[in-house]
Each structure stands twice: as C-alpha cells, then as structure tokens.
C-alpha cells in the first residue's frame, strides 16, 4: 500500500485485535499441581478454565508443572488496543497466581476492514512464508474486505503493550513531495 493511503487510515479505530494467545509462569511451584487438578475439565496433567471478557471467550490452560496459557477469541468481535489493555488488567487480576514479569505474547492477530472493497474471482487469499507470520484477506460482508496479519512473537506482554500502543496513537505523517533539481535557467542563482 503507498503511505498516503496508509496516512488517511484512522488507526485508532481500524487496526483491532483479530486473537491473542499469552503465557505465564506461576509464583509458586506446586500452584499448577493444585489448579490443574481442581479444574472441572482436565486434560493430559492440564486443567482448563473458561471465562468471559466484555463478551468474548476466554480459555485459560494450567499445566501440572506451571505454565498459564490464555487464549482470548476476537474474531467475531475484534478489539482495539484500549479494550486489550483493559483485558490485560482484568488478566492479570484474575490470575494474580502468575508471576508478573513472566507473561510473553506467544500469538497475535491483527486486523483491517475495508469497507468498499471486493475481491473478484477469489473467496480468500493466504500468503504464508515465515514460521511465525502468516497473512490472509478475504471478503468479509458485502463490502468489506478483512486483512490480516498474524504473528508468533514470543514478546514480552509491557513490550509488546508499548508497540501496539505506538501503531494506535503514531500517525503517518504525509508524505514530502519528491526533490526536483530547478534547471539551470529557471534558478537565480545561476548566472
């Protein structure tokens, strides 16, 4: 996409949260021993708990040996960073036994709508050619075409927290046009 159209995107309402996938280690070592076994659904030495974030469903994952994995499901209704910083908070309250410092985004989707495009001939396209990121657009409504990006970045949750913050509230600024040298006769200063 050429910069002036990315510069007339309205980021702050348009770049969202398509999934997220975050893990944790827990503060004490027999702490997912005890909350794998006490979960109503277990599975293979993991308990799994379910919850409810501003509509949006929450599976939460306590290994045995201590690992808290938490996938929170955006697809039908994506958020924008302020919501997932509202999530993060809320996370961290609910599971205030895993260690602060040890929560690492593990997946990430982000997404566009575009209202007023159509994609003619395909029902969706997929590049994928890394390891950790993959993309998609497909049609989305009638005239609404969804892009989007998803990543494995094994980042740090306040890292990663600081760059979405930066893609929402950093705009674009316009681009400077192109240098053009004056031919000699046209400029003053040649004589």
């Not at 159209?5 to 702050?12: C, E, F």
């Not at 996938?71 to 919501?83: A, E, R």
């Not at 982000?110 to 495009?117: A, E, I, Q, S, Y």
Request: with cysteine; hydrophobic share 40%.
């Amino acid at each position: 996409m050429d910069i002036d159209v990315i510069a007339r995107i309205d980021k702050s309402k348009r770049i969202e949260l398509h999934g997220i996938k975050l893990e944790g280690a827990c503060l004490q070592e027999n702490t997912g021993y005890c909350l794998a076994g006490q979960a109503k659904h277990r599975y293979r030495k993991r308990g799994i708990y379910e919850e409810i974030f501003e509509d949006r469903a929450v599976k939460i994952t306590v290994h045995e040996k201590g690992l808290v994995e938490v996938w929170l499901s955006t697809s039908d209704k994506p958020m924008g960073f302020h919501q997932f910083d509202r999530f993060q908070s809320w996370m961290k309250g609910l599971l205030d036994f895993v260690a602060p410092w040890s929560w690492q985004i593990k997946q990430i989707g982000l997404n566009v709508d575009c209202r007023g495009l159509y994609l003619d001939g395909v029902s969706s396209i997929k590049l994928s050619v890394f390891r950790n990121a993959w993309f998609q657009m497909y049609q989305r409504g009638e005239d609404t075409v969804r892009f989007e990006t998803h990543l494995c970045p094994n980042m740090a949750l306040d890292e990663a927290l600081l760059v979405l913050k930066q893609i929402v509230e950093i705009d674009v600024p316009p681009r400077e046009p192109a240098y053009h040298p004056s031919a000699p006769e046209d400029d003053p200063s040649v004589r």
